[in-house]
């Protein structure tokens, strides 16, 4: 089964529009995970727009406790921006997904272009894994791309999945469901784990999990949105439900 990993940025965006402190990141993690979600992702950006540093480091030690010693803490980020990585490895999450985004990015929009930036990526990896920290790429679905994570270093890589929710949205999935899913088999071959994410929601996860072997689905945009109308844990629960079934 696929698990689950629920970005909990859009909790910290809300937070933010006021400053009492509500609502909260720690209680929305604890309730994703009471609901059954495998592990929490968080993605801090130098504005500080959604999650702050603060938010990383009381997260790892919610985190700490014995109750939760099974949950996975991924964080995800550019590692060339400034204390990104002196704060990942102080940390020490279960993975870092490294992200290509600029400072100024609105949200994730590519993955990485290993022709080019596999030499400065390299030392990263090599440093993030010597604190024990699974490292996952953010890659698109290029065939010609995915073999050079492993290369780089990589254990994992993640698929951009928003070509697939734009697909799916407009009725046209079939034109680049069969990108994603050779671009998984590939992944597979050349050694690397799978996890997918961005655009992911109710209506588009089943589809795309029907894919082999895709390890973790990371999912916060939508899965917030649609908490709004069903709840936070009941929503967790109807991603679990189908996930369960793919």
Excluded at 122 to 129: A, D, E, G, T, Y
């Amino acid at each position: 089964m696929t698990k689950l990993s629920v970005n909990i940025n859009r909790v910290a965006l809300l937070r933010n529009s006021r400053n009492i402190g509500i609502p909260s990141v720690i209680n929305a993690a604890k309730i994703v995970i009471n609901a059954g979600a495998y592990g929490v992702t968080v993605h801090p950006r130098p504005d500080q727009r959604h999650i702050k540093p603060a938010d990383v480091y009381e997260l790892a030690e919610m985190l700490a406790l014995p109750e939760f010693k099974n949950i996975e803490f991924n964080i995800e980020g550019n590692p060339f921006e400034s204390n990104f990585m002196d704060m990942v490895c102080e940390v020490k999450p279960t993975q870092c997904t490294l992200v290509p985004d600029a400072p100024d990015a609105f949200t994730s929009d590519s993955g990485w272009n290993l022709s080019k930036d596999s030499d400065r990526l390299k030392p990263i990896v090599q440093k993030l894994k010597s604190f024990g920290i699974r490292v996952s790429l953010f890659m698109d679905a290029d065939v010609t791309q995915i073999p050079l994570a492993k290369d780089v270093g990589a254990d994992r890589i993640e698929l951009y999945t928003e070509p697939y929710a734009t697909a799916f949205r407009d009725g046209d999935v079939e034109t680049v469901f069969p990108k994603y899913f050779e671009a998984a088999k590939v992944a597979l071959e050349s050694g690397l784990g799978v996890n997918a994410g961005h655009d992911l929601n109710l209506e588009n996860l089943g589809k795309f999990c029907s894919i082999p072997n895709i390890l973790e689905v990371s999912i916060g945009h939508a899965l917030i949105a649609e908490a709004l109308e069903m709840g936070l844990h009941n929503t967790v629960k109807a991603y679990l439900e189908i996930l369960s079934s793919t």
